[in-house]
């Protein structure tokens, strides 16, 4: 998402770079690059001259003007910044008797009732015994799309029989359960609405009355821009809203509202959707994004990721077979697939230190899917033996993939390739080189510009 507002990031600290010394008048001119940057990314104007003006007083000093390293001082000047801007990461309560509340609010359109299926697949891996409470009345079908993920999830859910019941109804019926016995956790998914809707908010300043939630989390949609940004000042002036769940950090937005919402609303960030999957929920940390923003690279995540995505049976079966040079194609299938489950590649990409936008331009996102597809033409036999991928085969494959030949060929060169980098580390004789011939397939990086 942040990839427009990196690009101009670097280039503006570009001009900084091979500078003994910083004037006043080089960092003037870096920060109105920077003051551009943001508004292009949508940020608002306020929340830029303000982070602005607290950059070039920092910027601007004996300890910059002596360092050995101006343009990096900067930098890191912009990155702590962009923490404070960002503020502290909101954290859910947990009351000390009762169940805890979680009241989801936002606009039509936001992805609420999917960011509550998400909440509660992350805080049921936390431990906790989440209960969904339906009360989304007004769009056709809400009801039905949160059972079927609750189903997915295997979380309990409260609703009123179809046709029947109130939003407050539900909500009250939801707690109630809890407190009951059912849950210690209850979400309550209520319909969007728009701010300037009075008998909507009216409703919703009701149900929060009524229920006292522990959280109120406005769930905002990055892909809005400024617009999310006045619609979450409003809710904040009708509800006592906790935190915010920004939604959709994985698309095309600019980034404007992850940088604003905070100062505006005054409720912190608290988590962050970054993809469709029921799994795709982090945990909002303020240092991991200033990094990502700046193309410092979040190795953290990315191992967190990692983590999720493999076992450590898996992992350390995958190394002994590496080491002792048997790992088939069967295995690279399913490493491609846990490579996959950590998220879009480039997205993976981009938390590796150094992966700036230009970087990641020529990154093909159908790459691995075109990988795979090779993979999964062939028998379960061929990709255990691919020693046994004669001509016939190797043009079988490349038909049932939809790929040609010269890509099947490449991708058996990569992996005859690793299995004499294996040999070659078993035996202590790594030269420090790929070998000769191991080039990795047009899509996974076989291209000018990209590793191997």
């Given at each position: 998402?942040?990839?427009?507002?990196?690009?101009?990031?670097?280039?503006?600290f570009?001009?900084?770079?091979?500078?003994?010394?910083?004037t006043?008048?080089d960092?003037?001119?870096?920060?109105?690059?920077?003051?551009?940057?943001?508004?292009?990314?949508?940020?608002?104007v306020?929340?830029?001259k303000?982070?602005?003006?607290?950059?070039?007083?920092r910027?601007?000093?004996?300890?910059?003007?002596r360092?050995?390293?101006p343009?990096?001082?900067?930098?890191?000047i912009?990155h702590d910044?962009?923490?404070?801007?960002?503020?502290?990461?909101g954290?859910?309560?947990?009351?000390?008797?009762?169940?805890?509340v979680?009241?989801?609010?936002?606009?039509?359109?936001?992805?609420?009732?999917?960011?509550?299926?998400?909440?509660?697949?992350?805080?049921?891996?936390?431990?906790r015994?989440?209960?969904?409470?339906?009360?989304?009345l007004?769009?056709?079908?809400?009801v039905?799309?949160?059972?079927?993920?609750?189903?997915?999830?295997?979380?309990?859910?409260?609703a009123?029989?179809?046709?029947?019941?109130?939003?407050?109804?539900v909500?009250?019926?939801?707690?109630?359960?809890?407190?009951?016995?059912?849950?210690?956790?209850?979400?309550?998914?209520?319909?969007g609405?728009?701010?300037?809707?009075?008998?909507?908010?009216?409703?919703?300043?009701?149900?929060?009355?009524?229920?006292?939630?522990?959280d109120?989390?406005?769930?905002?949609?990055?892909?809005?821009g400024q617009?999310?940004?006045n619609?979450?000042?409003?809710?904040s002036?009708?509800?006592?809203?906790?935190g915010v769940?920004?939604?959709?950090?994985?698309?095309?937005?600019?980034g404007?509202?992850?940088?604003?919402?905070?100062?505006?609303?005054?409720?912190?960030?608290?988590?962050?959707g970054?993809?469709?999957k029921l799994?795709?929920?982090e945990?909002?940390?303020?240092?991991?994004?200033a990094?990502?923003?700046l193309?410092?690279?979040?190795?953290?995540?990315?191992?967190?990721?990692?983590?999720?995505a493999v076992?450590?049976h898996e992992?350390?079966?995958?190394?002994?077979?590496?080491?002792?040079a048997?790992?088939?194609?069967?295995?690279m299938?399913s490493q491609?697939?846990?490579?996959?489950?950590?998220?879009?590649?480039?997205?993976?990409?981009g938390m590796?230190?150094g992966?700036g936008?230009a970087?990641?331009?020529?990154?093909?996102?159908?790459?691995?899917?075109?990988?795979?597809?090779?993979?999964?033409?062939?028998t379960?036999?061929?990709?255990?033996?691919?020693?046994?991928?004669?001509?016939?085969?190797?043009?079988?494959?490349?038909k049932?993939?939809?790929r040609?030949?010269?890509?099947?060929?490449?991708?058996l060169?990569?992996?005859?390739?690793?299995?004499?980098?294996m040999k070659?580390f078993?035996g202590?004789?790594?030269?420090?080189?790929?070998?000769?011939?191991?080039?990795?397939p047009?899509?996974?990086?076989?291209?000018?510009g990209?590793?191997?």
């Amino acid at each position: 998402m942040f990839e427009s507002l990196s690009g101009a990031l670097a280039a503006a600290f570009q001009k900084l770079r091979g500078r003994g010394a910083l004037t006043e008048q080089d960092v003037a001119e870096a920060l109105r690059a920077v003051r551009r940057a943001l508004l292009e990314a949508d940020v608002n104007v306020k929340v830029a001259k303000e982070f602005v003006e607290a950059v070039q007083k920092r910027a601007v000093g004996q300890e910059v003007l002596r360092a050995v390293s101006p343009a990096q001082q900067v930098v890191k000047i912009v990155h702590d910044e962009l923490v404070l801007l960002m503020g502290e990461p909101g954290r859910l309560k947990r009351p000390p008797s009762g169940p805890a509340v979680i009241l989801l609010a936002g606009l039509q359109g936001s992805g609420k009732t999917t960011t509550a299926g998400k909440l509660a697949a992350f805080l049921k891996k936390e431990g906790r015994k989440v209960l969904l409470a339906a009360a989304d009345l007004q769009r056709p079908a809400a009801v039905e799309q949160l059972k079927t993920l609750a189903a997915q999830i295997g979380v309990p859910i409260h609703a009123a029989p179809p046709g029947s019941g109130t939003p407050l109804g539900v909500c009250r019926g939801a707690v109630e359960a809890a407190r009951a016995g059912s849950a210690d956790t209850v979400i309550l998914d209520t319909a969007g609405r728009l701010h300037v809707d009075a008998g909507l908010m009216d409703e919703i300043t009701a149900i929060a009355r009524a229920v006292e939630p522990t959280d109120v989390l406005f769930v905002c949609d990055a892909m809005t821009g400024q617009d999310a940004v006045n619609s979450a000042r409003a809710f904040s002036q009708a509800l006592p809203l906790t935190g915010v769940i920004l939604t959709k950090l994985d698309g095309d937005a600019r980034g404007g509202a992850a940088l604003s919402v905070r100062t505006v609303t005054g409720a912190p960030l608290a988590f962050i959707g970054v993809g469709e999957k029921l799994d795709r929920l982090e945990a909002f940390q303020p240092e991991r994004m200033a990094s990502r923003i700046l193309g410092m690279g979040d190795v953290v995540s990315l191992v967190e990721r990692a983590q999720q995505a493999v076992s450590q049976h898996e992992a350390e079966e995958m190394q002994e077979k590496l080491l002792k040079a048997t790992f088939t194609l069967e295995d690279m299938l399913s490493q491609l697939k846990a490579f996959q489950r950590m998220g879009p590649l480039k997205e993976v990409l981009g938390m590796l230190p150094g992966m700036g936008a230009a970087a990641l331009e020529g990154v093909d996102e159908k790459s691995l899917k075109h990988t795979e597809a090779i993979l999964l033409s062939m028998t379960p036999a061929e990709r255990r033996r691919p020693d046994i991928l004669d001509g016939r085969r190797r043009s079988r494959i490349a038909k049932g993939s939809g790929r040609p030949v010269q890509d099947v060929n490449q991708l058996l060169k990569m992996h005859e390739g690793m299995k004499k980098m294996m040999k070659q580390f078993k035996g202590g004789k790594m030269a420090g080189k790929m070998p000769r011939g191991m080039r990795l397939p047009p899509g996974l990086g076989g291209r000018p510009g990209m590793p191997g």
